[in-house]
């Protein structure tokens, strides 16, 4: 079985371009979570799904940051216009109700 | 403020003897604990989990204590291998449940050395 898809994985870009990561989660499953991997700051939650709906996005950075989940399959995060401290790895999870939390392998974003 | 801390950044040990790794918690509502495992260029991967309503979990070489009035957990991996060498991220929810989701401390490198 597939595990969670994420793409791209790796991104280059320049400040102020804008950049949309995607994410396609387990089949079945219906609580999705994106997370931010730094130095400093570890696994950072930033925003998570329940049945496609928003529950928490207080982890969110800023308004530059976006997130959407227009249906069980698919799910972006889009930053715009991006900056050099966005440059992180972003993770995508997805888990079934209590079910085990999985992760994709991640989208590294270096900002210039 | 980190609800998940895990105060050491790094910890080096010899194959085969035992890696302890910490973790401090400030949530009391927190009632659901885990440990992940993450290798370079990978997601992290599930390792193992304790409920707030026992004090040990044992998986093979892995065994997680939780210690509820310190509100502190810890990872012991016996007999460690050089393959353990990984990030390891402890994490906690509040309810083990759809609705909530999972909070990570920043990670602790265990390096295995052979």
Not at chain 1, 51 to 62: F, L, T, Y
Not at chain 1, 69 to 93: G, W
Request: net charge neutral.
């Amino acid at each position: 079985d597939a595990g969670v898809i994420q793409s791209p994985r790796h991104e280059v870009t320049e400040m102020g371009q804008e950049v949309t990561l995607r994410c396609k989660p387990i089949s079945g499953h219906n609580s999705l979570f994106w997370y931010r991997q730094t130095m400093m700051r570890g696994l950072e939650l930033l925003i998570y799904f329940n049945n496609n709906v928003p529950i928490d996005d207080s982890g969110m950075p800023e308004d530059r940051f976006s997130a959407k989940m227009p249906n069980a399959s698919f799910s972006t995060l889009k930053i715009q216009p991006s900056e050099p401290r966005d440059s992180a790895v972003y993770f995508c999870a997805s888990r079934v109700n209590t079910g085990e939390l999985f992760f994709g392998e991640g989208s590294r974003l270096t900002v210039l | 403020d980190q609800q998940v801390k895990q105060n050491s950044p790094s910890l080096s040990v010899q194959e085969g003897r035992i890696s302890i790794l910490n973790c401090d918690y400030t949530n009391s509502m927190f009632d659901y604990f885990l440990w992940y495992k993450k290798y370079p260029a990978e997601g992290p991967t599930f390792l193992i989990s304790i409920s707030s309503i026992k004090d040990k979990n044992e998986d093979g070489r892995f065994t997680v204590f939780l210690n509820k009035s310190a509100k502190h957990l810890s990872l012991h991996i016996v007999p460690s291998q050089p393959g353990d060498s990984a990030v390891y991220f402890c994490a906690a929810s509040a309810a083990n449940q759809a609705g909530t989701a999972l909070i990570f401390g920043k990670g602790t490198t265990l390096s295995v050395s052979s």
